[in-house]
């Protein structure tokens, strides 16, 4: 009899998925994509082991949902592509994908970057300035050569402290002096900002638009349009998967509903 129950449940779970894929299918969420990835590595080389291995996503896995993205005609475009077009500078692609990574860890240059490359595809890195050069992240000179190679390099604070509950001062030392550091170092005038743990409020985006960055993601998923505040662009988190490509298509699919339904959405009023 439960047996029975829990069939007729999981029957019912894949007819809403089903029909929800569907409806999704013929009215496609417009905009564009963000992708959030931290770590691409097969090993977790880290002395916390099972806490942080949902922030790594094997190579295979990485190069899977790249393949995946090609082959449904999506095109990856950079934070500034999609600010100029947004200021009527420039059109983008059909169906355009930012694929960033947070932190600046030394596998998105190792492992991440030739699995774009050979693809033909940009990226976008949020790096922590106080941690370039450290161990296991990326240092000046590989941040200078992905920019080389169509990485867009993205400022991620000087610290990785939550911003929020932070004093002005503190707040704008975080996110002015780690802008400056990176410009001073060879990294094109940086536009694009990842608030770090996702915290954020309209105060700290005002402090961003005054230092002049165009554009900040958070963690909350959705597709963005030019409606969407530049400041609290959606962006869809890629864990490890535990149900391989089937996953990462179900996580873009959540995006694409609640940017239709608009859920979370942080449009611009
Ligand atoms: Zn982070």
Not at 28 to 42: C, K, M, S, T, W
Not at 63 to 73: F, S, T
């Amino acid at each position: 009899m439960a047996k029975r129950m829990i069939l007729y449940a999981a029957g019912i779970v894949l007819l809403v998925v089903f029909s929800l894929a569907l409806y999704a299918h013929f009215h496609p969420a417009q905009g564009v994509l963000v992708l959030e990835y931290h770590h691409i590595a097969d090993r977790v080389d880290d002395p916390e082991g099972a806490l942080v291995e949902r922030y790594y996503v094997p190579t295979e896995d990485f190069a899977a949902q790249l393949d995946y993205l090609k082959a449904e005609g999506y095109e990856t475009i950079t934070m500034l592509d999609f600010s100029k077009a947004a200021k009527g500078k420039g059109t983008l692609p059909e169906k355009p994908v930012i694929v960033t990574f947070d932190d600046g860890y030394e596998d998105n240059y190792t492992q991440a970057l030739p699995l774009l490359e050979e693809r033909g595809m940009k990226g976008e890195i949020y790096v922590v300035t106080n941690f370039i050069g450290k161990k296991g992240y990326l240092t000046w000179d590989e941040l200078r050569d992905m920019q080389q190679r169509g990485i867009e390099i993205g400022c991620h604070t000087a610290d990785h402290l939550p911003l929020v509950g932070m004093s002005r001062a503190e707040q704008e030392d975080q996110v002015r002096l780690s802008k400056l550091l990176l410009e001073w170092n060879g990294i094109k005038t940086v536009f694009s900002f990842s608030y770090p743990n996702g915290s954020c409020n309209a105060e700290i985006a005002e402090l961003l638009r005054d230092s002049n960055y165009l554009t900040a993601v958070t963690g909350d998923a959705g597709f963005n349009t030019f409606q969407t505040d530049p400041m609290f662009l959606q962006r869809v988190n890629i864990p490890r998967p535990r149900f391989g490509l089937t996953e990462f298509r179900l996580r873009i699919l959540k995006a694409e509903l609640f940017s239709i339904f608009g859920i979370n959405q942080h449009l611009q009023h």
